[in-house]
């Protein structure tokens, strides 16, 4: 079992830079994938960027690729989103996400997700 909880969202000028934090419970969270999924409202969850169980390897959507920036620390049992260069059009709920060895933009393969937290780009 694994829980999530994401932090670090708030309101900011179109431009500026937020650090997401989504912190797992756990002891065998270092076996599993992570990503991050975003809802903006009345459209679909999309994926945002996706890191394997190591931090090794990484996946971005090409809305985001070359502004954000994902990472994880398995001995603080927690994945990060650094998100730069803001735009209005990235205002949404986030969600983290976690998947046994799993990693990437399909959403179905992840067996976990946390409450999401709001972010909002203001132009």
């Known amino acids: 079992q694994v829980q999530l909880v994401e932090s670090g969202g708030g309101l900011v000028q179109a431009g500026g830079s937020l650090r997401l934090s989504c912190a797992a419970s756990?002891?065998?969270?270092?076996?599993?994938?992570a990503g991050w999924f975003r809802q903006a409202p009345g459209k679909e969850r999309d994926f945002v960027a996706a890191v394997n169980w190591s931090g090794s390897n990484t996946e971005y959507s090409d809305s985001v690729k070359g502004r954000f920036t994902i990472s994880r620390d398995n001995a603080k049992n927690t994945v990060y989103l650094e998100m730069n260069n803001l735009k209005p059009e990235d205002t949404a709920v986030y969600y983290c996400a976690a998947g046994l060895y799993y990693y990437g933009s399909y959403q179905k393969s992840y067996e976990y997700w946390g409450q999401g937290t709001q972010v909002t780009v203001s132009s």
């Open positions: 756990g002891r065998t969270f270092s076996r599993y994938g």
